[in-house]
Protein backbone atom coordinates (compact mmCIF):
# COMPACT_ATOMS: atom_id res chain seq x y z
CA UNK A 1 0.00 0.00 0.00
CA UNK A 2 1.67 3.54 -1.08
CA UNK A 3 1.31 6.04 1.53
CA UNK A 4 2.07 8.68 -1.01
CA UNK A 5 2.00 8.28 -4.19
CA UNK A 6 3.01 10.75 -7.21
CA UNK A 7 2.37 10.78 -11.15
CA UNK A 8 4.26 11.04 -13.15
CA UNK A 9 7.45 9.44 -11.88
CA UNK A 10 9.42 10.90 -14.73
CA UNK A 11 8.01 14.09 -16.97
CA UNK A 12 10.53 15.29 -19.97
CA UNK A 13 9.37 18.57 -21.86
CA UNK A 14 10.33 21.71 -23.86
CA UNK A 15 10.64 24.75 -22.41
CA UNK A 16 8.04 26.88 -22.41
CA UNK A 17 4.98 23.83 -21.99
CA UNK A 18 2.65 23.51 -19.31
CA UNK A 19 2.62 20.42 -17.20
CA UNK A 20 1.07 18.95 -14.01
CA UNK A 21 1.76 16.49 -10.97
CA UNK A 22 0.08 15.13 -9.05
CA UNK A 23 -0.06 13.66 -5.61
CA UNK A 24 -2.32 11.69 -3.10
CA UNK A 25 -1.93 10.71 0.34
CA UNK A 26 -4.20 7.81 1.83
CA UNK A 27 -2.47 7.88 5.66
CA UNK A 28 -5.44 10.40 6.51
CA UNK A 29 -3.34 13.31 7.03
CA UNK A 30 -4.38 16.78 7.29
CA UNK A 31 -0.95 18.71 5.87
CA UNK A 32 0.75 18.09 2.56
CA UNK A 33 3.71 19.76 1.20
CA UNK A 34 5.66 20.00 -2.19
CA UNK A 35 9.64 20.39 -1.69
CA UNK A 36 12.33 20.52 -4.74
CA UNK A 37 15.12 18.98 -4.95
CA UNK A 38 18.05 20.15 -7.14
CA UNK A 39 20.55 18.77 -9.29
CA UNK A 40 23.15 19.02 -5.84
CA UNK A 41 20.45 16.95 -3.44
CA UNK A 42 19.34 20.59 -2.15
CA UNK A 43 15.61 20.18 -0.62
CA UNK A 44 13.21 22.76 -0.24
CA UNK A 45 9.92 23.59 0.53
CA UNK A 46 7.97 25.07 -2.28
CA UNK A 47 4.19 25.07 -0.91
CA UNK A 48 1.73 23.20 2.47
CA UNK A 49 -1.68 23.27 2.53
CA UNK A 50 -3.39 22.67 5.74
CA UNK A 51 -7.25 20.93 5.14
CA UNK A 52 -7.09 22.31 1.46
CA UNK A 53 -5.61 25.79 2.70
CA UNK A 54 -2.62 27.52 1.58
CA UNK A 55 -0.02 27.87 4.90
CA UNK A 56 3.69 28.14 3.42
CA UNK A 57 4.09 29.68 0.12
CA UNK A 58 8.03 30.25 -0.05
CA UNK A 59 9.38 32.76 -2.85
CA UNK A 60 8.51 30.78 -5.80
CA UNK A 61 7.70 32.03 -9.13
CA UNK A 62 4.10 32.28 -9.88
CA UNK A 63 4.06 30.23 -12.96
CA UNK A 64 3.90 27.36 -9.76
CA UNK A 65 0.37 27.07 -9.21
CA UNK A 66 -0.72 24.51 -6.24
CA UNK A 67 -4.21 22.72 -6.22
CA UNK A 68 -5.93 21.31 -3.31
CA UNK A 69 -9.44 20.16 -4.25
CA UNK A 70 -9.55 17.56 -1.11
CA UNK A 71 -7.37 16.36 2.13
CA UNK A 72 -5.33 13.71 -0.12
CA UNK A 73 -4.86 15.08 -2.81
CA UNK A 74 -2.23 18.08 -3.62
CA UNK A 75 -1.12 18.75 -7.32
CA UNK A 76 1.31 20.84 -8.73
CA UNK A 77 0.78 22.65 -12.07
CA UNK A 78 3.59 24.84 -13.49
CA UNK A 79 2.84 27.32 -16.59
CA UNK A 80 6.02 28.00 -18.79
CA UNK A 81 8.57 25.75 -17.98
CA UNK A 82 11.78 26.54 -17.95
CA UNK A 83 15.39 25.21 -17.87
CA UNK A 84 16.25 26.16 -14.42
CA UNK A 85 12.45 24.59 -13.52
CA UNK A 86 14.80 20.48 -14.04
CA UNK A 87 14.85 19.15 -10.72
CA UNK A 88 12.78 15.94 -8.50
CA UNK A 89 9.29 17.13 -7.08
CA UNK A 90 8.50 15.42 -4.15
CA UNK A 91 5.19 16.01 -2.26
CA UNK A 92 4.73 15.30 1.54
CA UNK A 93 2.41 13.96 4.35
CA UNK A 94 2.17 14.92 8.09
CA UNK A 95 -0.38 14.24 10.06
CA UNK A 96 -0.62 18.15 10.57
CA UNK A 97 1.24 20.99 11.27
CA UNK A 98 2.68 20.54 14.65
CA UNK A 99 6.76 20.59 14.08
CA UNK A 100 7.09 17.18 16.00
CA UNK A 101 4.35 15.41 13.06
CA UNK A 102 6.51 13.27 11.05
CA UNK A 103 6.35 13.88 7.26
CA UNK A 104 6.31 11.29 5.04
CA UNK A 105 7.78 11.95 1.11
CA UNK A 106 6.31 10.35 -1.58
CA UNK A 107 8.97 8.80 -4.42
CA UNK A 108 8.83 12.08 -6.54
CA UNK A 109 8.83 13.02 -10.02
CA UNK A 110 12.35 13.85 -11.95
CA UNK A 111 11.17 16.42 -14.26
CA UNK A 112 13.79 17.70 -17.09
CA UNK A 113 13.08 20.56 -18.80
CA UNK A 114 15.24 20.45 -22.93
CA UNK B 1 24.26 32.27 3.55
CA UNK B 2 21.98 28.96 4.05
CA UNK B 3 20.26 28.99 7.45
CA UNK B 4 21.67 25.09 7.73
CA UNK B 5 25.05 23.85 6.79
CA UNK B 6 25.86 20.68 5.82
CA UNK B 7 29.36 19.25 3.87
CA UNK B 8 27.70 17.16 0.98
CA UNK B 9 30.72 14.68 1.34
CA UNK B 10 30.80 12.39 -0.27
CA UNK B 11 32.27 9.91 2.39
CA UNK B 12 33.45 6.77 1.86
CA UNK B 13 33.76 3.93 4.62
CA UNK B 14 34.73 -0.03 5.30
CA UNK B 15 31.65 -2.16 6.83
CA UNK B 16 31.90 -1.98 10.38
CA UNK B 17 33.39 1.28 10.46
CA UNK B 18 31.93 4.88 12.86
CA UNK B 19 30.12 7.49 10.00
CA UNK B 20 29.89 10.71 11.56
CA UNK B 21 27.75 13.27 9.98
CA UNK B 22 27.59 16.84 11.15
CA UNK B 23 24.82 20.37 10.40
CA UNK B 24 25.46 24.08 12.06
CA UNK B 25 22.86 26.06 11.97
CA UNK B 26 21.99 29.98 12.28
CA UNK B 27 18.81 30.61 13.08
CA UNK B 28 18.51 29.97 17.33
CA UNK B 29 14.54 29.77 16.47
CA UNK B 30 15.18 26.12 15.52
CA UNK B 31 13.58 23.63 18.33
CA UNK B 32 13.22 20.47 16.71
CA UNK B 33 15.98 18.53 14.67
CA UNK B 34 15.85 15.87 12.71
CA UNK B 35 17.64 13.22 10.24
CA UNK B 36 16.03 12.31 7.06
CA UNK B 37 17.65 9.38 5.07
CA UNK B 38 17.75 8.94 1.17
CA UNK B 39 18.11 5.94 -0.85
CA UNK B 40 19.22 6.60 -4.19
CA UNK B 41 16.03 7.31 -6.49
CA UNK B 42 13.23 7.36 -3.37
CA UNK B 43 12.02 9.89 -0.93
CA UNK B 44 13.58 11.20 2.00
CA UNK B 45 12.57 8.95 5.40
CA UNK B 46 12.58 10.21 8.63
CA UNK B 47 15.20 8.55 10.55
CA UNK B 48 15.84 9.86 14.06
CA UNK B 49 14.29 13.28 15.83
CA UNK B 50 15.26 15.02 19.01
CA UNK B 51 14.23 18.64 20.63
CA UNK B 52 16.53 18.88 23.50
CA UNK B 53 19.97 19.43 23.53
CA UNK B 54 22.08 15.99 24.38
CA UNK B 55 21.95 12.44 22.35
CA UNK B 56 19.70 9.78 21.72
CA UNK B 57 20.11 6.39 20.47
CA UNK B 58 18.33 4.03 18.75
CA UNK B 59 19.92 1.17 17.53
CA UNK B 60 23.14 1.81 16.20
CA UNK B 61 22.09 5.50 15.14
CA UNK B 62 23.16 8.12 18.25
CA UNK B 63 21.87 11.81 17.18
CA UNK B 64 23.16 14.48 19.06
CA UNK B 65 22.48 18.00 19.74
CA UNK B 66 24.45 20.90 20.76
CA UNK B 67 21.96 24.06 20.99
CA UNK B 68 24.64 26.50 22.56
CA UNK B 69 27.02 26.15 19.15
CA UNK B 70 24.07 25.55 17.24
CA UNK B 71 25.34 22.06 15.81
CA UNK B 72 23.90 18.34 15.50
CA UNK B 73 25.56 15.29 14.47
CA UNK B 74 24.46 11.49 13.81
CA UNK B 75 26.77 8.64 14.48
CA UNK B 76 26.07 5.74 12.64
CA UNK B 77 27.67 2.50 14.51
CA UNK B 78 29.05 -0.65 12.72
CA UNK B 79 28.28 0.58 9.56
CA UNK B 80 26.62 -1.63 6.88
CA UNK B 81 26.40 -1.66 3.01
CA UNK B 82 22.82 -0.80 3.17
CA UNK B 83 23.61 1.73 5.23
CA UNK B 84 24.65 3.84 2.20
CA UNK B 85 22.43 6.83 1.44
CA UNK B 86 22.33 10.61 1.23
CA UNK B 87 21.58 11.62 4.73
CA UNK B 88 20.10 14.97 5.34
CA UNK B 89 19.51 16.71 8.59
CA UNK B 90 16.44 18.54 8.89
CA UNK B 91 15.74 21.42 11.62
CA UNK B 92 12.13 22.62 11.98
CA UNK B 93 10.48 25.96 13.42
CA UNK B 94 7.38 26.36 11.26
CA UNK B 95 8.50 24.83 8.24
CA UNK B 96 11.72 22.37 7.72
CA UNK B 97 14.91 23.65 6.99
CA UNK B 98 17.34 20.91 4.78
CA UNK B 99 20.74 20.36 5.08
CA UNK B 100 22.78 20.17 1.92
CA UNK B 101 22.15 16.02 2.23
CA UNK B 102 26.30 14.25 2.90
CA UNK B 103 25.96 10.61 0.65
CA UNK B 104 27.77 8.07 2.28
CA UNK B 105 28.76 4.69 0.74
CA UNK B 106 29.70 1.74 2.95
CA UNK B 107 32.01 -0.61 1.05
CA UNK B 108 31.54 -4.06 1.54
Known amino acids: DTAV ?3 PKYLVTQMGNDKSIKCEQNLGHDTMYWYKQDSK ?3 KIMFSYNNKELIINETVPNRFSPKSPDKAHLNLHINSLELGDSAVYFCASSPGLDPTDT ?4 PGTRLTVL | QKEVEQDPGPLSVPEGAIVSLNCTYSNSAFQYFMWYRQY ?12 SSGNKEDGRFTAQVDKSSKYISLFIRDSQPSDSATYLCALNDYKLSFGAGTT ?4 A
Open chain 1, 5 to 7: SQT
Open chain 1, 41 to 43: KFL
Open chain 1, 103 to 106: QYFG
Open chain 2, 40 to 51: SRKGPELLMYTY
Open chain 2, 104 to 107: VTVR
